[in-house]
């Protein structure tokens, strides 16, 4: 029986069917299709979809996320601004959810991603594989909750019917949807065999 080193499996982007790695042309023994394995530019998509998070997050904490007309009298309210209008108000549960989940949660993940991109590049402190590979398991898995603050906008828009109120999404919902979507994008675009590969 002959042992194979992990280093030397390679996933078939096409069909995920695990592959031996032959050298230079490796064809996926499933579906027949061409497998490289990158040695080079591995991080370069990642690093552009959080860059352009981070951008996308900036208009999104300075334009107003929600748009409210009342009998004329029209009012708007940051992300920040709804948080501390919920407090103010008592409901303490709800501003908190909103505060973590727009806030604390997106720059976390901001600086988690800025960490594992530059740790599999350079060494910082210990070097953990385990503790670098919890991080990323973890920045997916809250991803989409990120999204909770939209979803609170559209809820708004799609319940409160009422002849005198109006309720619409402002300019920042787009701006953090997006910054949301770019976040899961360079999550997913962030190759994990690279904290593995780094010694």
């Not at 806030?103 to 953990?128: A, E, R």
């Not at 953090?176 to 675009?189: E, I, R």
């Amino acid at each position: 029986m002959i042992e194979v080193k992990e280093e030397d499996l390679l996933r078939c982007p096409t069909c995920e069917a695990v592959n031996i790695d032959k050298g230079r042309e490796n064809v996926c023994r499933r579906c027949g299709s061409h497998i490289y394995k990158h040695k080079r530019f591995k991080t370069e998509k990642s690093w552009a979809y959080l860059i352009t998070a981070m951008i996308a997050y900036v208009p999104a904490n300075l334009y107003p996320m929600l748009i409210s007309s009342q009998f004329g009298s029209i009012e708007k309210s940051t992300i920040m601004g709804g948080v501390i209008l919920l407090w103010e108000h008592g409901s303490y549960p709800i501003a908190a959810i909103i505060f973590f989940a727009s806030i604390v949660i997106p720059v976390l993940k901001f600086l988690v991603l800025i960490y594992l991109l530059i740790s599999v590049k350079y060494p910082i402190g210990k070097d953990s594989k385990i503790n670098k590979h919890k991080l990323y398991y973890i920045t997916e898995a809250v991803g989409p909750w990120s999204m909770i603050d939209v979803f609170v906008v559209a809820i708004l828009m799609a319940l409160i019917h009422l002849a005198n109120l109006e309720i619409i999404a402002g300019t920042a919902a787009t701006a953090f949807a997006l910054s949301v979507f770019f976040t899961l994008l360079a999550a997913h675009a962030f190759d994990e065999r690279l904290i593995r590969d780094r010694r």
